[in-house]
């Protein structure tokens, strides 16, 4: 189907093609005929893709600029530090792809054994380009993410998502509906401000029937290192994500203390637990991490023998070019070396020499 025109009443509607809307609509005949109801086949194949996926987490916020990315890549890193624990961080943020660089994928470095990453941001020929899609196009760009990666065995699949209620938050939670997701992860600060949208988002779960596993409230004060004294840098006006979680009756995991340590990580691409394993940051993350479905977190990190180094290899993936044109990439689409991922039907890249 082409995309549809503003007012759509949707396929499943009563009124689908015979709307006002509808008239124009080059959909028109095709939702009319009941057509446009059809269930999309994808959703049975990601479904079949993941019964090997045991935890599926989407990491959400109403608000933009609260942490989401940042948090899921150190939730992906917590999990991984024990060795036997298999997971997989696909950033669908498509965007605003920051997980490459938090990750530091955009060189030669490459991640452990048992830690996978998948974004948008791995198909730019440049981290300034932009990706100026509508709709329809981030869809199909989720749909292959889900269906198409090979993700094998993993324990836990961290899914970084955009701010909002849009197109991507519909789209992966259409999708893995049949497969089942354990639930969402909402990150807030705790100024009204941010307080406001991120109800708008717990909202957004309750409609679409997606549970919610808790509220993070990240940012939440500094602790100075030296006298231990705590400042509310975003003063929580209104009681923060303490008080909303109390009156909305869902679960507060846990608060993340600002750090300036967690940015200069990010920005070098390393993991923060690593940079500063005393912070208290990193003992309210490994906090949160315990409180996850399935979780038994180990604090050591246990590396897996046989741990690999960088790679190099070619995945067969045919996907749409990030200039909005209907043509696709090349299929035979080379990975920069040091990338660790799962694409198509490759699952253990070679070594190189």
Same mark, same amino acid.
Request: charged share 20%; aromatic share 6%; net charge negative.
């Given at each position: 189907?082409?995309?549809?025109?503003?007012?759509?009443?949707? =396929?499943?509607?009563?009124?689908?093609?015979?709307?006002?809307?509808?008239?124009?609509?080059?959909?028109?005949? @095709?939702? &009319? #005929?009941? &057509?446009? =109801?059809?269930?999309?086949?994808?959703?049975?194949? /990601?479904?079949?893709?993941?019964?090997?996926?045991?935890?599926?987490?989407?990491?959400?916020?109403?608000?933009?600029?609260?942490?989401?990315?940042?948090?899921?890549?150190?939730?992906?890193?917590?999990?991984?530090?024990?060795?036997? !624990?298999?997971? =997989?961080?696909?950033?669908?943020?498509?965007?605003?792809?920051?997980?490459?660089?938090?990750?530091?994928?955009?060189?030669?470095?490459?991640?452990?054994?048992?830690?996978?990453?998948?974004?948008?941001?791995?198909?730019?020929? #440049?981290?300034? %380009?932009?990706?100026? *899609?509508?709709?329809?196009?981030?869809?199909?760009?989720?749909?292959?993410?889900?269906?198409?990666?090979? *993700?094998?065995?993993?324990?836990?699949?961290?899914?970084?998502?955009?701010?909002?209620? #849009? %197109?991507?938050?519909?789209?992966?939670?259409?999708?893995?509906?049949?497969?089942?997701? %354990?639930?969402?992860?909402?990150?807030?600060?705790?100024?009204?401000?941010?307080?406001?949208?991120?109800?708008?988002?717990?909202?957004? $779960?309750?409609?679409?029937? @997606?549970?919610?596993?808790?509220?993070?409230?990240?940012?939440?004060?500094?602790?100075?290192?030296?006298?231990?004294?705590?400042?509310?840098?975003?003063?929580?006006? !209104?009681?923060?994500?303490?008080?909303?979680?109390?009156?909305?009756?869902?679960?507060?995991?846990?608060?993340?203390? @600002?750090?300036?340590?967690?940015?200069?990580? $990010?920005?070098?691409?390393?993991?923060?637990?690593?940079?500063?394993? %005393?912070?208290?940051?990193? =003992?309210?993350?490994?906090? /949160?991490?315990?409180?996850?479905?399935?979780?038994?977190?180990?604090?050591?990190?246990?590396?897996?023998?046989?741990?690999?180094?960088?790679?190099?290899?070619? &995945?067969?993936?045919?996907?749409?070019?990030?200039?909005?044109?209907?043509?696709?990439?090349?299929?035979? *689409?080379?990975?920069?070396?040091? /990338?660790?991922? *799962?694409?198509? &039907?490759?699952?253990?890249?070679?070594?190189?020499?």
């Amino acid at each position: 189907m082409e995309e549809a025109p503003h007012g759509c009443p949707g =396929a499943d509607s009563a009124q689908a093609g015979r709307g006002a809307s509808c008239q124009g609509c080059p959909n028109q005949r @095709l939702c &009319a #005929s009941g &057509a446009g =109801a059809a269930p999309d086949p994808a959703v049975e194949e /990601i479904k079949e893709k993941m019964k090997t996926v045991k935890h599926r987490i989407l990491v959400l916020s109403g608000k933009g600029g609260v942490g989401k990315s940042t948090f899921s890549a150190h939730l992906a890193y917590g999990l991984a530090e024990d060795g036997d !624990t298999q997971v =997989a961080l696909l950033d669908i943020d498509i965007c605003g792809p920051s997980i490459p660089k938090i990750m530091g994928l955009e060189g030669e470095q490459y991640m452990e054994d048992n830690l996978g990453v998948m974004s948008v941001g791995f198909l730019l020929s #440049s981290p300034d %380009d932009a990706v100026i *899609w509508r709709g329809p196009k981030k869809n199909g760009m989720i749909k292959q993410f889900l269906r198409d990666v090979d *993700w094998g065995d993993v324990d836990y699949l961290i899914v970084d998502t955009p701010p909002g209620t #849009s %197109d991507e938050h519909l789209s992966v939670v259409q999708y893995l509906a049949a497969a089942h997701i %354990d639930g969402a992860v909402i990150l807030t600060t705790p100024q009204e401000v941010a307080l406001q949208d991120v109800r708008k988002e717990i909202s957004f $779960c309750h409609k679409v029937k @997606l549970p919610i596993i808790g509220v993070v409230e990240n940012m939440s004060g500094f602790i100075c290192p030296k006298c231990k004294k705590e400042s509310q840098i975003f003063p929580p006006t !209104t009681g923060g994500a303490e008080a909303m979680c109390q009156d909305l009756k869902i679960p507060l995991l846990g608060k993340v203390p @600002l750090d300036p340590l967690i940015g200069k990580s $990010c920005d070098k691409g390393q993991s923060f637990f690593i940079e500063a394993p %005393d912070s208290p940051a990193t =003992a309210a993350y490994k906090s /949160i991490i315990q409180r996850l479905p399935g979780a038994a977190f180990d604090s050591e990190y246990k590396p897996r023998e046989g741990q690999r180094e960088d790679c190099g290899f070619v &995945a067969d993936l045919c996907l749409p070019q990030v200039d909005g044109s209907d043509s696709s990439l090349s299929p035979h *689409w080379s990975l920069q070396p040091g /990338i660790m991922l *799962w694409l198509g &039907a490759i699952n253990i890249p070679q070594k190189r020499p």
